[in-house]
């Protein structure tokens, strides 16, 4: 049974920073895709960073580039995402989201096949 646990999330002022966790179990860690996803109230869930566990490439959306970190440790089967200079549209529901489609774009929510529960950021100004 794939399990996907996040982690971290919280309220800081505007130009703070939050380090999300996301811890997979029962999942092939070493093999895939694992994205950051947001979703905020009244507005579609938009990808924001991603990472392929086995060569280290990551993608990031323009939203949070220079801002945003991901970033792995394989022997915890641990995603992070580094979150610093946070802005208050940054504020939503993060999700981890694993084990993208063949083929599919990491950006792309229903391309991927497992998900955690999400953790609240909230950004204040």
């Known amino acids: 049974q794939v399990q996907l646990v996040e982690s971290g999330g919280g309220s800081v002022q505007a130009g703070g920073s939050l380090r999300l966790s996301c811890a997979a179990s029962g999942y092939t860690y070493s093999s895939n895709c694992m994205g950051w996803f947001r979703q905020a109230p009244g507005k579609e869930r938009e990808g924001v960073a991603a990472?392929?566990?086995?060569?280290?490439?990551?993608y990031y959306a323009d939203s949070v580039k220079g801002r945003f970190t991901i970033s792995q440790d394989n022997a915890k089967n641990t995603v992070y995402l580094q979150m610093n200079s946070l802005k208050p549209e940054d504020t939503a529901m993060y999700y981890c989201a694993a084990d993208l489609t063949n083929g599919g774009s990491w950006y792309v929510p229903y391309e991927y096949n497992y998900w955690g529960q999400g953790t609240q950021v909230t950004v204040s100004s």
């Open positions: 990472i392929y566990t086995g060569g280290g490439s990551t």
